[in-house]
Every structure is written in structure tokens, then in C-alpha cells.
């Protein structure tokens, strides 16, 4: 990629808090969790449109884009396409991690969705994308909780759908599966809904929508090295 350049990040807030709406979230074990922050620039402030090859598209360019670079998280986003095949922007995906770290005991289910590939989950999906070298890289992977947290605005709530639609055009405003198991109940994994910004634990087994991620592995805690 070329002519990327890093913004700060506001490091002493969690992404959750800056960036997703205030509320209180049940999840299977009765657990919640509440945040609240309304003063905040817009997320897509700090993004930039990329095409097939890793090139940054010109803000006046209309061309179409296959990712999106978050300037702050200096993370690469896939971008949902109509066109059937790995990209395509309403299929579903069962959880599946064949790494013990990652699935903790639990390593979900094969085939448990709706998609154009041999097998529907998330493992499936990750080796389909790395195939095809989505925007010039092949290391693309499922984002952690707290990076899928990074993309929702609050400003968009009202519109059900809190993915800024200039970058994510096909975004459905369902629930996309990360790739952190849910620690007390390992059978589950969290996911983030696109419609009203809440995170909570969903069986593994369940058919959720799902979208890739590349880049180290963004820490709120710790600001990303600039370029």
C-alpha cells in the first residue's frame, strides 16, 4: 500500500467506549457491561478506500474498493462484495478455530452456515481469502473483539445500521463473529452486531455473518507504531 499514514488514537479510552453506543448487554452467562461516551469525531474520519491491489484510492476517485485501512488501528478491513464467491456480503458462518489457544477446549463447528464455499465457518473463510490475496496480502484473519469494536459509529445509530455505508456499502445489520472465544463459557465466541453496536457470546454452532481483518493485532491499551 502506498500514501498510508497513521492517526493517534485516543489510547486512554477503550474502543467500545469512544466509538459504540451507550448501553448494558446480557450475555449467556448474565454477565453485562455498560459504556457510555458521545463526544467523538467520526470513525471513518480516519479511513482510507483501497483497491484489488493494495493501492490507496483518491478520496475524488469513484472507484470501486475491496478494502478498507483504518489510519488509527493501522489495521486492513475486507470489504463485502454482491458477487458470489468468498466475498460475498450475505453469507453466514459457523465458528471453527482448529488453534487450542484460540478456541479453549471448544472448537466450534464445521459447515455450519450459508455460503459459495466447500465449507461455511470462519476457518474456511480465512484460508478462502488468503487464497485469493484479497488487496495484495495473504495473512488475513478473523479480528479480535476489540478490534471489530473499532468500526461502529455512534452518529449512525438512528439509520440501524452503526457501519458508515460510504465504506461498507453491503454491511448487513446483523451480528459478524470475532475471533475471541467467550473465556467463561468457551462453547461461545463473541460477536458484534452492525445494527445497535452491542457485543455479547453466541454458540459457537449458530450461523453468523463474519469479516476479515490484517495487521497486528491492535491492543487499545497500547498506540500502534507509526509507519
Known amino acids: 500500500m502506498t500514501n498510508i499514514k497513521l492517526l493517534n488514537y485516543p489510547w486512554s479510552r477503550e474502543p467500545r467506549t469512544m466509538i459504540w453506543p451507550s448501553a448494558c448487554m446480557a450475555i449467556a452467562l448474565g454477565l453485562s457491561a455498560c459504556s457510555e461516551n458521545t463526544d467523538r469525531e467520526a470513525v471513518a474520519e480516519s479511513?482510507?478506500?483501497?483497491?484489488?491491489?493494495?493501492?490507496?484510492?483518491?478520496?475524488?476517485?469513484?472507484?470501486?474498493?475491496?478494502?478498507?485501512?483504518?489510519?488509527?488501528?493501522?489495521?486492513?478491513?475486507?470489504?463485502?462484495?454482491?458477487?458470489?464467491?468468498?466475498?460475498?456480503?450475505?453469507?453466514?458462518?459457523?465458528?471453527?478455530?482448529?488453534?487450542?489457544?484460540?478456541?479453549?477446549?471448544?472448537?466450534?463447528?464445521?459447515?455450519?452456515?450459508?455460503?459459495?464455499?466447500?465449507?461455511?465457518?470462519?476457518?474456511?473463510?480465512?484460508?478462502?481469502?488468503?487464497?485469493?490475496?484479497?488487496?495484495?496480502?495473504?495473512?488475513?484473519?478473523?479480528p479480535q473483539r476489540e478490534e471489530l469494536l473499532t468500526l461502529g459509529d455512534y452518529g449512525l445509530i438512528e439509520s440501524g445500521n452503526v457501519l458508515d455505508p460510504e465504506f461498507f456499502p453491503l454491511a448487513l445489520p446483523g451480528e459478524y463473529w470475532s475471533a475471541s472465544t467467550f473465556r467463561l463459557y468457551p462453547q461461545s465466541a463473541w460477536v458484534v452486531s452492525a445494527a445497535n453496536g452491542l457485543d455479547r457470546g453466541e454458540r459457537k454452532t449458530e450461523a453468523r455473518l463474519a469479516r476479515l481483518v490484517r495487521g497486528e493485532i491492535f491492543n487499545p491499551r497500547k498506540p500502534p507504531e507509526s509507519n
Open 47 to 142: 479511513w482510507q478506500r483501497i483497491d484489488q491491489q493494495g493501492q490507496v484510492i483518491d478520496s475524488s476517485d469513484d472507484a470501486r474498493h475491496h478494502c478498507v485501512f483504518d489510519r488509527r488501528t493501522n489495521l486492513l478491513w475486507e470489504v463485502k462484495q454482491t458477487e458470489s464467491g468468498a466475498h460475498r456480503f450475505d453469507a453466514t458462518y459457523s465458528w471453527y478455530s482448529n488453534d487450542p489457544a484460540q478456541h479453549m477446549s471448544e472448537p466450534g463447528l464445521r459447515d455450519g452456515g450459508k455460503c459459495d464455499l466447500a465449507s461455511c465457518e470462519t476457518e474456511a473463510l480465512v484460508a478462502a481469502v488468503n487464497s485469493s490475496g484479497l488487496c495484495g496480502h495473504r495473512d488475513w484473519r478473523m
